[in-house]
């Protein structure tokens, strides 16, 4: 199964300051098919997960602009320009690209 | 709108076989895939499983020895079994739909294993 390490485990942030979470695979995330599955979720505490970015950079409907990703082949970023307070819980990178999918270990954003 | 909503027993004992639900509405199983997640507390996610559009399986290895899902497209539930359970199996169970990504997530039910 493809491994997806996630760094750092940890961020303390301000508000409004900008940060960024990296993403690296065991192994290249680019499809046959020309397409890199490689998506970013959010967590807030007592909630499911939500769909924030997928195939890399797009992003989903509804969610901010200050989120986006970037990255190709085994080595992912995702950028929050801004942090807000409604940002904060745990971020995980999850690859759709190799069946199973799976995630990262997971970043926990928190205020400084 | 799209919805999923996970059931099932909370508490189990070991050695157990787990039956959980996923009901969905808003879409439909023929055209899009269900995947099973599951976060012990206070842990990471981790994917145990996914049905796709066609009725094919793709399993977590750590767990396909012991796992199976299914569906019935008619009543619009995916099933997840999951037998000889231990406490390290205690954890939320999510269902979500798959398109390119996990873009709808159920609530997610809380399972207990324990003696």
């Known amino acids: 199964d493809v491994v997806l390490t996630q760094t750092p485990p940890t961020l303390s942030a301000t508000i409004g300051q900008s940060v960024s979470i990296s993403c690296r695979s065991s192994?290249?995330?680019?499809?046959?098919?020309?397409?890199?599955?490689l998506n970013w979720l959010l967590q807030r505490p007592g909630q499911p997960p939500q769909l924030l970015i997928y195939l890399v950079s797009r992003l989903e409907s509804g969610v901010p602009n200050r989120f986006s990703g970037s990255g190709s082949g085994t080595d992912f970023t995702l950028k929050i320009s801004g942090v807000e307070a409604e940002d904060l819980g745990v971020y995980y990178c999850v690859q759709s690209t190799h069946a199973p999918w799976t995630f990262g270990g997971g970043t926990k954003l928190e205020l400084k | 709108q799209v919805q999923l909503e996970e059931s099932g027993p909370g508490l189990m004992q070991p050695s157990e076989t787990l039956s959980l639900t996923c009901t969905v509405s808003?879409?439909?199983?023929?055209?899009?895939?269900v995947g099973w997640v599951r976060q012990p507390l206070g842990k990471g996610l981790v994917w145990m499983g996914t049905?796709?559009?066609?009725?094919?399986?793709n399993y977590n290895s750590a767990v396909q020895s012991r796992l199976s899902i299914s569906r019935d497209t008619s009543k619009s539930q995916v099933f997840l079994k999951m037998n000889s359970l231990q406490p390290e199996d205690t954890g939320t169970y999510y269902c979500?739909?798959?398109?390119?990504?996990?873009?709808?997530w159920g609530q997610g039910v809380m399972v207990t294993v324990s003696s």
């Open positions: 979500a739909r798959l398109k390119t990504a996990p873009d709808y």
């Open positions: 192994q290249s995330l680019l499809h046959s098919n020309g397409n890199t599955y």
């Open positions: 808003g879409f439909s199983l023929t055209s899009n895939g």
């Open positions: 049905i796709w559009a066609g009725g094919s399986t």
